[in-house]
């Protein structure tokens, strides 16, 4: 069973910056991806920004040039470094990772979310 850990949201004002972390309790190169989605009240999770095993990154249109992911492979954790937050970006934020295995079955898992609010 693989563990998500985050941790690093909170309550910040408009144009500030938080570093969102998420602890994993395998090594990642066991996952095919890491990634980061966002939870607005009464939606569907949206993706943020992810990172393949071999480094490659896509964000969402939204928080494109803002946000960063990253990776640290000694500690198992990747980041989502976010700057001059907006209030829209206001959700509860969770830590994914995905695994491919070699019987063709995908496998998911989430973190517990951590809650981002960005006040104007």
């Known amino acids: 069973q693989v563990q998500l850990v985050e941790s690093g949201g909170g309550l910040v004002q408009a144009g500030g910056s938080l570093r969102l972390s998420c602890a994993a309790s395998?090594?990642?190169?066991?996952?095919?991806?890491m990634g980061w989605y966002r939870q607005f009240p009464g939606k569907q999770r949206e993706l943020v920004a992810r990172?393949?095993?071999?480094?490659?990154?896509n964000y969402s249109d939204s928080v494109k040039d803002r946000f960063t992911i990253s990776g640290d492979n000694a500690e198992n954790t990747v980041y989502l470094q976010m700057n001059n937050l907006k209030p829209e970006d206001t959700a509860v934020y969770y830590c994914?990772?995905?695994?491919?295995?070699?019987?063709?079955?995908?496998?998911?898992?989430w973190g517990q979310g951590t809650q981002v609010t960005v006040s104007s």
């Open positions: 990172i393949t095993r071999g480094g490659t990154t």
């Open positions: 994914n990772a995905n695994i491919n295995s070699a019987n063709g079955l995908s496998y998911v898992y």
């Open positions: 395998r090594t990642m190169f066991s996952f095919n991806t």
